[in-house]
């Protein structure tokens, strides 16, 4: 009995570090992904304008669910070819072309430079 509440002891005292670790990584990771889950139109632009962000969105053609790396800064070409009303316009940095898709269908954000994009 004594060996057992020796083991949990121990393995009390290991996620203690862990948990002190991850509070440490947390605080010196600045640049950590900022996540926004159902973005407004308005909080998805500003993301884009800040750098490039990785979209999750549900297609409107088939309703599958979609993830692309994009931008709104200024290394892009000026002009776009969309036009629409309700439609956000940005420079997909893996086709290196102009893709939108509707701001209501968003369903996440992260704007993040190392984005991984799995």
């Not at 057992?4 to 509070?23: G, P």
């Not at 800040?50 to 549900?58: D, I, N, R, W």
């Not at 969309?82 to 968003?106: A, C, L, M, Q």
Request: charged content about 30%; aromatic content about 8%.
């Amino acid at each position: 009995m004594a060996k057992k509440i020796h083991n949990e002891d121990k393995i009390r005292s290991i996620l203690r570090k862990i948990d002190q670790q991850r509070l440490e990584i947390r605080e010196k990771n600045t640049e950590a992904p900022e996540e926004i889950l159902n973005p407004s139109a308005n909080q998805i632009i500003e993301q884009l304008n800040k750098g490039e962000c990785t979209v999750y969105f549900y297609k409107t053609t088939n309703g599958e669910h979609r993830r692309m790396k994009c931008t709104l800064v200024d290394r892009v070409p000026v002009a776009s070819p969309f036009n629409k009303e309700g439609i956000i316009v940005v420079w997909d940095t893996d086709h290196n072309n102009w893709r939108s898709f509707y701001p209501k269908r968003v369903y996440k954000l992260i704007r993040n430079e190392q984005t991984d994009m799995q």
